[in-house]
């Protein structure tokens, strides 16, 4: 295979991949009113356990003033807790509440059978086999 060949491979799963983010996103629910990048936030606190602010920002790829307002906004909610470090007190970590847990989790939770359900009635036997051996080699992608 060519470089063109792994261009245009490149180019159609990005197209995919970034299709079906926009698909489970839709498809979950938002009770809470949050933006994109507040839920992505609690997804990254989630992934995480403690987080500093500043590494937030630069995941979310956002200055630091924006992701204080989304912590403020998470911290009034309840969603989140912040203390100060126990090695440097300059820094401030930032945690998921119980609610906030509940929150990522109910949104995986109905992301996980969205996807379960698109799969039992889009796709053949045999494309569900070729879809779990597919995973993979997509894992590769991903690891350092």
Same mark, same amino acid.
């Given at each position: 295979?060519?470089?063109?060949?792994?261009?245009?491979?490149a180019s159609?799963?990005?197209?995919?991949?970034?299709?079906? !983010? #926009?698909? =489970?996103?839709?498809?979950?629910? $938002? %009770?809470?009113?949050?933006?994109?990048?507040? +839920?992505? @936030? *609690?997804?990254?606190?989630y992934q995480?356990?403690?987080?500093?602010?500043?590494?937030?920002?630069?995941?979310?790829?956002?200055?630091?003033?924006?992701?204080?307002?989304?912590? !403020? #906004?998470? =911290?009034?909610?309840?969603?989140? $807790? %912040?203390?100060?470090?126990?090695?440097?007190? +300059?820094? @401030? *970590?930032?945690?998921?509440?119980?609610a906030g847990?509940?929150?990522?989790?109910?949104?995986?939770?109905?992301?996980?059978?969205?996807?379960?359900?698109?799969?039992?009635?889009?796709?053949?036997?045999?494309?569900?086999?070729?879809?779990? %051996?597919?995973?993979?080699?997509?894992?590769?992608?991903?690891?350092?």
């Amino acid at each position: 295979m060519n470089n063109l060949d792994d261009i245009k491979i490149a180019s159609e799963l990005r197209t995919v991949i970034s299709r079906l !983010n #926009k698909v =489970l996103r839709r498809e979950t629910s $938002n %009770k809470e009113g949050l933006s994109l990048t507040e +839920r992505s @936030t *609690l997804f990254i606190i989630y992934q995480n356990t403690i987080v500093l602010p500043s590494e937030l920002a630069a995941i979310e790829k956002v200055t630091s003033q924006s992701m204080s307002q989304i912590i !403020n #906004k998470l =911290l009034n909610l309840g969603y989140i $807790n %912040k203390t100060d470090s126990k090695q440097d007190k +300059r820094k @401030t *970590l930032v945690t998921l509440t119980s609610a906030g847990k509940e929150i990522v989790e109910r949104i995986k939770k109905e992301r996980e059978e969205w996807l379960a359900n698109s799969i039992n009635v889009k796709i053949t036997t045999e494309e569900k086999e070729i879809l779990a %051996k597919s995973l993979d080699v997509l894992q590769k992608l991903v690891e350092n």
